[in-house]
């Protein structure tokens, strides 16, 4: 009995990760920077299993503009600084929304595990 009701508690806790990561990407494609006429980058977002972990990232190839597009960067042409690209945060406050929405998730689906 006891080993069944771990067994199920297991699949709880990994289907509410699950969940929670499939509506945070759903949030990064929602409001991530879209470029006039592309969005490849906001298109882009995915989760994936690495390890037993649900892992959420950007595909290639614009993978490399996550830390340009939440940080900002310099614009540089022929090596002369000629602006700054303002910082567009979207990864943040969904990670904040994750961290915050995770444990509720787990209280309430481990409160009807049988």
Same mark, same amino acid.
Do not use: C
């Given at each position: 009995?006891?080993?069944?009701?771990?067994?199920?508690?297991?699949?709880?806790?990994?289907?509410?990760?699950?969940?929670?990561?499939? !509506?945070? &990407?759903?949030?990064?494609?929602?409001?991530?920077?879209?470029?006039?006429?592309?969005?490849?980058?906001?298109?882009?977002?995915?989760?994936?299993?690495?390890?037993?972990? !649900? &892992?959420?990232?950007?595909?290639?190839?614009?993978?490399?503009?996550?830390?340009?597009?939440?940080?900002?960067? !310099? $614009?540089?042409?022929?090596?002369?600084? &000629?602006?700054?690209?303002?910082?567009?945060?979207?990864?943040?406050? $969904?990670?904040?929304? $994750?961290?915050?929405?995770?444990?509720?998730?787990?209280?309430?689906?481990?409160?009807? &595990? !049988?």
């Amino acid at each position: 009995v006891l080993g069944q009701y771990t067994k199920n508690v297991n699949m709880t806790i990994q289907s509410v990760f699950d969940i929670t990561a499939r !509506d945070a &990407v759903q949030k990064l494609k929602n409001t991530s920077p879209k470029a006039p006429g592309g969005g490849e980058y906001a298109k882009n977002w995915s989760v994936k299993k690495e390890y037993g972990r !649900d &892992v959420i990232y950007n595909k290639a190839p614009t993978y490399r503009l996550t830390h340009l597009l939440e940080n900002g960067h !310099d $614009v540089v042409r022929n090596g002369q600084k &000629v602006g700054e690209a303002k910082a567009q945060p979207h990864i943040k406050p $969904v990670e904040e929304w $994750v961290q915050d929405e995770l444990p509720k998730r787990l209280e309430e689906a481990l409160g009807h &595990v !049988d």
